[in-house]
């Protein structure tokens, strides 16, 4: 068995198979105790977009981010009345990627536009009054390049919640939409696809702030132009 499969492996190499991007690993939804209400067939979706968010509040250091994300559940399901969380995945300060609502079923948002079709990566934070973490900012790149080619979206349909929903929200924030607006992210999503290593490095902070790193923490690499 492992003859034939070294066989096929270098028989697709040797065709041109493109590389495959390995899934980040990820908190599950079993590991950080999530409780979806059910989802009618109507609101599952066939995936083009990716969407980027933060969650707009200041990140407090020393907060759990499983109960961070079971409150927003409990928050959602109480008072929006959405079955689960309005995000397909949520990253932590320190980089982790948790599970949340299943790419099977579109979004929700409190913003308007076609929900359908777009998966939603939110970060812990908000990039309006803090800046996102450099795990973070290589979390959200990794994890980006994997949904782009394991659910074949387009690279192209990279964007940020202001993108989507224009004059309603500056989500995700400008310390972390300037890396979606110039194209920088979709560059790292299509390096990494093109089976390279691209350096992911945080920006100095924009003029005029935010300056404060998330938490609190300083920033530990040193910054890029």
């Known amino acids: 068995m492992k003859v034939i499969t070294i066989i096929l492996t270098v028989v697709m190499l040797g065709a041109g198979e493109k590389p495959v991007v390995s899934k980040p690993e990820m908190v599950t939804r079993e590991q950080w105790g999530s409780a979806p209400q059910a989802l009618p067939d109507s609101r599952k979706h066939v995936p083009k977009y990716i969407t980027i968010h ?8 020393g907060t759990d981010p499983a109960k961070f994300i079971k ?14 969380l309005a995000y397909h995945f949520m990253i932590a300060p320190d980089g982790r990627i948790f599970e949340a609502r299943s790419v099977e079923y579109e979004p929700e948002s ?44 387009d690279p192209a349909n990279i964007g940020g919640h202001r993108d989507r929903a224009p004059k309603q929200t500056s989500c995700p924030g400008k310390d972390c939409y300037r890396y979606i607006e110039d194209g920088q992210i979709r560059k790292w999503v299509e390096e990494l696809q093109a089976g390279k290593i691209p350096e992911i490095r945080l920006r100095d902070a924009l003029e005029g702030g935010p ?3 998330i938490g609190g923490v300083a920033a530990t690499q040193p910054a890029e132009k």
Do not use: C
Not at 116 to 123: A, D, T
């Open 54 to 61: 933060h969650a707009g509040v200041k990140w407090k250091d």
């Open 71 to 84: 409150s927003m559940q409990k928050w959602g399901q109480r008072e929006k009345n959405w079955p689960d």
């Open 110 to 153: 409190n913003t308007k536009y076609d929900l359908q079709g777009h998966i939603g990566i939110e970060l812990m934070g908000n990039f309006e009054v803090e800046r996102m973490s450099e795990a973070q900012l290589q979390s959200l790149v990794k994890l980006t390049a994997w949904v782009s080619e394991e659910l074949k979206i």
């Open 211 to 213: 300056a404060e790193m």
